[in-house]
């Protein structure tokens, strides 16, 4: 199977583009290119990352493999810096609330898993937020947003942005 026919099969089973890197050994910029040119979306699909996922993925990378996948994963998650600075102004929310919105934002319409929520918005990086943290940080989320989006809790699974 060719690397274009691959990372169709994969995003339209709901891989991001962290798996397809894992998937299919490739770099992130040739993902992004080859999606690019097949005019495939790498980004949608529900995020399946959980700590057991996570760990089991990373456990026989090297190192260096280890941590641009990881890095890979919140990028894919938490958005740059421009996402947080829109978030900011537009709803008033300030680091771990923003960096939730940016999250489930990138993924509007699509659960994010507690666990990955966790992850984004930690400030310990060797554990995810708890998710009475999670809960607290969503609620205030909640409470900045305007009229046309809401979350919802997805019971057991994680969070999900719905835009109207």
């Known amino acids: ?46 995020l399946p990352y959980t700590v057991q996922s996570i760990r089991a993925m990373v456990q026989d990378m090297r190192p260096t493999e280890a941590a641009d996948y990881l890095l890979t994963i919140v990028e894919e998650l938490a958005g740059d810096q421009s996402d947080m600075d829109a978030a900011q102004q537009r709803l008033g929310l300030v680091g771990q609330q923003a960096r939730a919105y940016c999250a489930l934002s990138r993924q509007a319409g699509r659960i994010v898993s507690f666990d990955a929520l966790g992850w984004v918005i930690t400030t310990d990086p060797t554990e995810p937020a708890s998710k009475e943290a999670l809960t607290v940080i969503m609620s205030r989320v909640r409470n900045a947003l305007p009229e046309n989006e809401r979350i919802t809790a997805a019971r057991g699974r994680g969070y999900r942005l719905e835009r109207t």
Do not use: C, F, P
């Open 1 to 46: 199977m060719s690397a274009l026919a691959k990372i169709a099969s994969l995003a339209a089973a709901g891989m991001g583009v962290g798996m397809i890197i894992n998937e299919t050994g490739l770099t992130k910029s040739a993902v992004y290119h080859h999606a690019r040119k097949q005019g495939v979306d790498v980004r949608g699909g529900q």
